[in-house]
């Protein structure tokens, strides 16, 4: 991603974040109605916890440079593999981040920055992906 790419990812977020619970919320919403099953891995879930633990990790990938997004998405990985997350999930996640993106940013989600989120979570996505079909002790 170019420097310019990230600036502008950087700066969207800085107006996405102040907003939260009320974000986390319509990311739930739309994964559930995108995929009314993965509503079973968050059945015994606090999810206004869950809701925090949502916006930690968007903090930490929307942070993270590309060399430390690497290690970052193998450690989420690991952890997610051990909720039962499946390989199609992720697919779903961007999707759901996505819309939440349309709505949380509205007319400022231009073609463009569409493109800088997309391309973001998608590398982060096959990062994961590919993480989650290593087993631990693989290099």
Do not use: C
């Not at 996405?16 to 995929?35: C, E, Q, S, W």
């Not at 942070?63 to 989420?76: F, I, K």
């Not at 779903?92 to 981040?97: G, I, K, P």
Request: overall charge negative.
């Amino acid at each position: 991603m170019t420097p310019e790419r990230r600036q502008q990812l950087l700066r969207s977020w800085a107006t996405l974040d102040p907003r939260g619970n009320d974000l986390a919320k319509v990311f739930y919403g739309h994964l559930f109605a995108i995929d009314p099953s993965s509503e079973q891995l968050f059945a015994l879930t606090d999810m206004p916890a869950q809701r925090e633990k949502f916006m930690a990790m968007m903090r930490t990938i929307v942070e993270l440079d590309e060399p430390a997004l690497v290690t970052g998405a193998a450690a989420m990985a690991r952890r997610h593999v051990a909720y039962g997350v499946r390989d199609q999930d992720y697919v779903t996640v961007v999707e759901a981040v996505m819309r939440t993106l349309e709505d949380g940013l509205g007319g400022d989600l231009t073609p463009e920055l569409r493109g800088v989120w997309h391309e973001w979570l998608t590398v982060l996505a096959t990062l994961m992906r590919r993480a989650a079909e290593r087993p631990l002790s693989a290099p």
